[in-house]
């Protein structure tokens, strides 16, 4: 159930009690593809770095241990431990991404494993029953996310099917949770809007989700090769035919500035590779801009990564001591930088939240994006 309790112009701040606890809106989900973030971070290290919510990978888990171990393990929360709520998504970005011979029907689709190349068929029943076995908080749909190129002539056939498709989910979801062998018998299912950069298809698919009563809904197919300003416009023009009383999650974005955008556009929930990816490779997140500790400036720069910064790697190490562990290929200097940007995100939804509470988000967005300029 979500609950609203504030709005700040078109930004929400609000609550989203689950099974495994309340998520405080907006929120960016830490992404723990294999159920572990990369990076040598542990669940301990997600508590204590404020993480309200991790998410997994239907597709990725599926593959490997496989969601059938997971089960047996007793679910994806006994399996990694940890007590607060995950989100799975369904798989079918893996399947468009990752997949490059894939056969698309109506029944679902038929790909080949990129690990060891055998043969896979997922559909909307085929996802929701590993999401079900993975016994997640909230499963995503099964989708086709077309790429931000496609025509109209690709994207509308796309989503019509794509609409079809959520339809099985949540018979199927119903099914599943209706099963005494279910560990979550209170999974819930969040739907997703496509239709690429075209506004009209949009909105006219966001009007037909927004029928079939979802626990959520998200913004798929963006952030895939599209502008900046093609993102913004089309989630300005579809959110206000979402449900107000339901979260809206915006898929795989984005960068600091992305989720300001979107927090003032009226998303609540985000996801994005990035603060993980640039962890490994050296790039940390500050009030001042990224930086590259590999840069030779910072050879003998005995400051914090960012003064003031609460996070473990913060209080404790110099730019200096972690530029090192990174050119001698150390792992802990990896795990540094990771945790370092992770508790920058999740430690930002918590000003984005006060700043909504207190009716100054703009403000606030407008500081804190002239400070990444820095």
């Known amino acids: 159930m979500y609950k609203l309790i504030t709005t700040d112009g078109s930004a929400k701040r609000g609550e989203f009690h689950t099974p495994h606890g309340v998520i405080q809106t907006p929120v960016f989900m830490n992404v723990g593809t294999v159920a572990a973030i990369k990076g040598a971070v542990s669940t301990e290290d997600l508590e204590g770095i404020g993480t309200l919510v991790e998410l997994s990978n239907t597709y990725h888990l599926h593959v490997r241990p496989g969601d059938k171990l997971i089960k047996q393990m007793g679910g994806l929360h006994k399996f990694m431990s940890w007590d607060k709520p995950i989100l799975t998504d369904s798989g079918g970005f893996q399947v468009f991404s990752l997949a490059g011979l894939r056969k698309i ?111 959520g809904y998200a913004i798929g197919g963006l952030a895939v090769g599209e502008s900046h ?13 979402l449900p107000q009383n339901k979260p809206t999650y915006l898929m795989g974005v984005g960068t600091p500035a992305n989720i300001l955008e979107a927090v003032e556009r009226g998303v609540d929930f985000f996801d994005c590779v990035y603060p993980s990816r640039n962890g490994r490779h050296g790039h940390v997140y500050t009030n001042q801009g990224k930086l590259n500790l590999f840069n030779q400036k910072y050879e003998t720069d005995d400051r914090p990564i960012e003064e003031g910064c609460g996070c473990p790697a913060c209080k404790r190490y110099s730019r200096a001591y972690i530029r090192h562990l990174l050119k001698a ?46």
Request: with cysteine.
């Open 105 to 215: 029907k109506e029944e679902g689709v038929y790909f080949n494993s990129h690990i060891d190349g055998r043969k896979i068929f997922m559909g909307p029943e085929e996802s929701m029953q590993i999401q079900s076995n993975l016994a997640s908080t909230i499963a995503m749909a099964f989708d086709e996310c077309p790429p931000a190129t496609a025509d109209r002539n690709y994207i509308q056939p796309s989503v019509d099917r794509t609409t079809r498709w959520l339809q099985r989910c949540k018979d199927e979801m119903a099914r599943l949770n209706s099963l005494e062998d279910t560990i979550n018998k209170q999974q819930m299912l969040f739907g997703i809007n496509q239709g690429g950069i075209f506004e009209d298809i949009r909105i006219e698919h966001a009007k037909v989700i927004s029928e079939m009563d979802l626990d």
């Open 229 to 241: 300003e093609d993102m913004y416009r089309i989630i300005e023009a579809t959110v206000p035919y």
């Open 329 to 374: 290929k150390e792992m802990l200097g990896m795990r540094f930088c990771v945790l370092h940007n992770l508790y920058f995100y999740n430690n930002m939804m918590k000003e984005i939240r006060e700043a909504i509470e207190e009716h100054r988000f703009l403000e606030y967005k407008r500081k804190k994006l002239e400070g990444f300029k820095g």
